[in-house]
């Protein structure tokens, strides 16, 4: 299959800018390829870099006498007491929530329950804040209710309660409801699990369910501005899988007291990419991927299936370094 050439239209439909295509130039020292430029949209985009608000969240406090690990990681760690730890994320899904209500806001859910056991603890709550707009905007009531159910359906299924959350309506959402998902977990203070890779020649695993096109596009999709054809970015919205991630949290759980796990990495909104890129560049090091071996449910991908966008926070897939540690 012939990739597309890279014209200016499609450099756009990736969310990248004219400065931000004129780095990519720099550093490559040459054009990149589709698949290549699916990567850069992936890792630069606001859902996955924070371009914009960075310079808001670095005024947030996160260090302290009983902060284990801030930002950085999957999710942060604060000390409680007795050798324990609590183990949280608090996350965003307010695009996909908006153009696929039940799906878009399941996912959320899903991500940050990934995000806590991927650090080695066990989720044990979720909560969440929820903003819609106006009781009688036409999209509200069937906003409020594929939201709600898709929150809880997902953590019912996946056996963690819902203890807790809030609600507002306000005419400021009625062009995008804001979907905040918060998720929980315990951990032994001194089994933290982090994602820097280390060791060259070592294998990375990948665990979780198939790789499949919904999804594809996602991370860019969730940091874009919505326009007419906001219907046609339905198959960037994943699917979640939520009895498939629970069996991929005990197998995971179960792994880690091995010791065959030197680092874990959550495979987010980028998929492969970033999972793969972040271990990598964490413990500075490279990192060859066989797309051959990436398990698939749909015939005919490509590479820039495979990694330039597979799911958003879909089914509980994530990659791990394994080795004697």
């Not at 698949?35 to 969240?57: D, P, Q, R, V």
């Not at 908006?98 to 940050?112: M, S």
Request: hydrophobic share 35%; net charge negative; proline share 5%.
């Amino acid at each position: 299959m012939q990739e597309p050439a890279i014209t200016e239209d499609l450099i756009a439909a990736h969310g990248i800018n004219a400065d931000e295509y004129a780095e990519i130039l720099r550093i490559m020292n040459r054009e990149p390829t589709f698949t290549e430029l699916g990567i850069f949209s992936a890792m630069w985009n606001e859902h996955c870099s924070y371009k914009s608000s960075k310079i808001h969240l670095k005024n947030l406090p996160t260090s302290g006498p009983q902060v284990i690990c801030g930002p950085g990681e999957n999710a942060g760690v604060v000390d409680i007491g007795d050798g324990q730890a609590v183990v949280f994320k608090m996350e965003s899904h307010n695009h996909p929530s908006y153009i696929e209500p039940y799906q878009g806001a399941a996912t959320g859910v899903g991500g940050i329950l990934r995000d806590v056991f991927t650090m080695g603890a066990r989720p044990i709550a979720a909560m969440n804040a929820l903003s819609f707009g106006e009781k009688d905007h036409p999209k509200t009531r069937q906003l409020v209710h594929g939201v709600v159910e898709g929150v809880g359906g997902y953590g019912n299924a996946f056996g963690v309660p819902t203890v807790g959350g809030e609600v507002r309506f306000h005419p400021a959402y009625n062009g995008n409801c804001l979907v905040n998902a918060f998720a929980a977990g315990l951990a032994d203070a001194d089994k933290i699990f982090y994602s820097a890779a280390s060791g060259v020649g070592r294998p990375v695993v990948y665990l979780g369910a198939k790789t499949g096109r919904d999804g594809v596009g996602g991370a860019t999709m969730a940091s874009a501005e919505f326009d007419e054809s906001i219907e046609e970015k339905r198959p960037t919205v994943q699917v979640g899988d939520p009895f498939t991630e629970k069996r991929l949290m005990e197998a995971t759980l179960e792994l880690m007291q091995t010791g065959a796990v030197i680092s874990i990495q959550d495979m987010g909104a980028a998929g492969l990419t970033c999972s793969a890129v972040e271990m990598g560049d964490k413990g500075g090091l490279g990192i060859r991927l066989d797309l051959e071996k990436v398990p698939q449910r749909e015939e005919n991908m490509t590479a820039y299936d495979a990694v330039g966008i597979p799911r958003t926070d879909a089914d509980g897939s994530g990659s791990c370094q394994r080795g004697r540690s």
